[in-house]
């Protein structure tokens, strides 16, 4: 099922993020300050969509199994082109040091668990793609509750850890949304749920 106005949106966050990576290289070679940092939006976007596209998705496959060979065969052989051809570029026209342990480490996409750094920065978006996806398929998996339940209480979990997290523990705001396997952009992840629920509630006309 395709939805050109899901596609259309991606399209924009494309032009973001490459506008923010372009100006924030150029910015760094002839000394300019500017640069598009709209492009963090484009990011958000980007959750936000796999998100909404994500749990549409869900509704049509017969099985957690069946997603996750969908997501892994998606997403999995792009990965492993890109960190491949980064790491030979890096390895034989540059000057960093990339360890072998740490591109094979990289691998497995779940290199920020075991305090690895990422080959190409870029990827630091992929953990939090893999964080959502293990969240969604445990709330699939022992469905309990209705999605929309799920929802409510991660804001109420996150309102609740950074009023704790401010007041008390600032350095360790970040520690603790790891450690539950939570961050700051699972609220776009969630968003782009709840706005695929409206899209498919029929009380509201959105085709």
Known sequence: MRISEIDSLRGIAVIFVMLYHYTSF???LNDSEFVFHLGFYGVNLFF?????????????VKSIKQFLINRVSRIFPAYLGALFVTYGVLLFFSDRNIPFSMFMINLSMMQEFFNVGHVDGVYWTLTRELIFYFFITMTILFRVVKIEVVIIAFMIYTIVIKIITSKFLVESSAYADY???LNNYTW????????????RDERFDYK
Not at 48 to 60: A, E, K, P, R
């Open 26 to 28: 150029v910015s760094t």
């Open 48 to 60: 936000t969509i796999s998100g909404f596209v994500i749990y549409m998705t869900l509704s049509n």
């Open 179 to 181: 450690l539950l396997f």
């Open 188 to 199: 776009y992840f969630f968003q782009g749920i709840a706005l695929f629920l409206l899209y």
